[in-house]
């Protein structure tokens, strides 16, 4: 049985994978899909062209990696691609993210380092020639990002660890992706906070096109994938500037919180 994983899908960039991979590998016979919005995951069968399955849980909880690790070892499945998308993040000084919600911060660390790790872990040996894995990072893995330091801190974890993983992989026919798009239109911003930086609200996108980008990259086998010019010249900034300066223009750049600091 061919499938394809896809963790955060019950919305935004992890739902729209969902709704393209179907067109991308014609021949998947399922699509796993993983969430806590199990209602939201029932949704998906009328938006994907391969039979979807359903696994509700919480991934920062134990339970749901126990059985998705029963199911692959009881079924044996070739995952010919596997897209972490699971994930969060909360804007603001870390201090004030700290008295707001005193756990949300090394959730965002569980989250997108330790849950996104420990899926690949499961799926590594269910990949063979030719599979694909592509993790959600962000142009916020580029560099340093005041007012959103731990959020953009996990982002670099997961853009280094594709990289460094594409690379081991390479061997086995395996590619992996590590997708970094600029802000998008998605429910991500009801928890970050909605964007008050003026150059973020500018670039926003669509999912679409992102994850279509996504999967043409894939195909390509480039280890990062960019969507627009905005985050082309982001990414060449962030190679071309000091990390130090780019934390202050950054900082700068906020109105909210950064002015008390100023
Ligand atoms: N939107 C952006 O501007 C943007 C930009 C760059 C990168 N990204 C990254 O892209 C990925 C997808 O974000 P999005 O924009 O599509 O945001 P979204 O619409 O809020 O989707 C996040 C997904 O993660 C799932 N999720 C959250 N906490 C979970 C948990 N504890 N266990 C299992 N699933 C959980 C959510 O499902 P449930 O709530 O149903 O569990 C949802 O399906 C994230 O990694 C994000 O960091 C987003």
Known sequence: MK???????????GKEFVRQVGHFYRTLDEVWVIARRGHRLQELNELSS??????????????????MGTMLTEEKPDVRMLVNAAGF?????????LSDDRD??????DLNCRALSRITFLCLPFLSKGSRILNMASAAAFSPQPLFTVYAATKAYVLSFS???????????????????GPVDTEFFRVSGELENPLKKLTKVKASGVVKKALKDSRAGKDISIYGLPMKGAYLASRLLPH???????MRFNPRDAKRRL
């Not at 499938?3 to 960039?13: D, K």
């Not at 920062?60 to 059985?67: I, M």
């Not at 990289?163 to 997708?179: C, D, F, H, N, P």
């Open 89 to 97: 993040g909360k804007s603001g000084l870390v201090e004030t993210i």
């Open 163 to 181: 990289r460094a993983l594409g690379a081991e992989q390479k061997s086995r026919g395996i590619y992996v992706t590590a997708v970094c798009p």
């Open 244 to 250: 130090r300066l780019l934390a202050e223009i950054m």
């Open 50 to 67: 391969v039979p979807v399955r359903i696994l509700e849980g919480d991934l920062l909880h134990e339970a749901v990696y126990e059985r």
């Open 3 to 13: 499938i394809a994983i896809v963790t955060g899908a019950s919305s935004g960039i």
């Open 104 to 109: 949300a911060q090394l959730e965002m660390v």
